[in-house]
C-alpha cells in the first residue's frame, strides 16, 4: 500500500469515524436509560441508523440482516425508503449501541473492543460475544460480562 493509498484511507476512515461518532451521539446521552430505549424503539427508530451502526461498529451488514431476520437487500431498500424498524429490531440496534459504548469505555478503543467480541469469554462460558449478540438477551449477557470487567470481577 502506498503513502498516498494508506493517506486517503486514514481520511475516509476519519471521516466515517466524524459522522458515526455524531450519529451515536444523537443517541449515547439517554443509552442507559431504558425507558427511553423502549419509548425510542416503539417510535421507530430510523433504518438509516443501522448503517451507522454497521460503520461504528464495523460489523457487516449479513450479520445485522440476520440479526433483524431481514435480508440485505431490504435492508438497503429500508434505508433507501427512510422507513423506520419495528420496536423488536430498533430494541436491538439501541442496545448494540450501548454494548459498544461500554466496550470502547472499558477496552479504551474500539478495535480492542472488536478483537474481545471476536475471542471466546471466559466469563461468558469460553463462547465468542459476537455469537450471543444475536438476541436481546445475549446482548444483556455480553453487557453483564462488560460491567464485571469493568469492576475487575473476573471470576
Request: hydrophobic share 40%; aromatic share 10%; proline share 3%.
Amino acid at each position: 500500500m502506498t503513502t498516498r493509498t494508506k493517506y486517503h484511507t486514514f481520511v475516509k476512515n476519519l471521516i466515517m469515524a466524524i459522522k458515526t461518532k455524531s450519529v451515536l451521539h444523537t443517541y449515547e446521552k439517554h443509552l442507559e436509560d431504558r425507558y427511553w430505549m423502549v419509548e425510542e424503539a416503539a417510535a421507530g427508530i430510523p433504518a438509516s441508523a443501522l448503517f451507522d451502526l454497521i460503520n461504528l461498529t464495523h460489523l457487516n451488514k449479513s450479520f445485522i440482516a440476520g440479526m433483524l431476520n431481514l435480508s440485505t437487500k431490504t435492508l438497503d431498500r429500508y434505508r433507501q425508503g427512510e422507513k423506520r424498524l419495528n420496536p423488536a429490531s430498533g430494541e436491538l440496534m439501541l442496545k448494540l449501541f450501548s454494548l459498544f459504548k461500554k466496550g470502547e469505555e472499558i477496552f479504551g478503543n474500539s478495535d480492542e473492543f472488536q478483537k474481545w467480541i471476536e475471542t471466546p469469554a471466559y466469563g461468558l462460558g469460553n463462547k465468542v460475544p459476537k455469537e450471543l449478540m444475536q438476541t436481546s438477551a445475549g446482548i444483556d449477557l455480553i453487557m453483564d460480562e462488560l460491567i464485571r470487567i469493568e469492576y475487575g470481577d473476573l471470576a
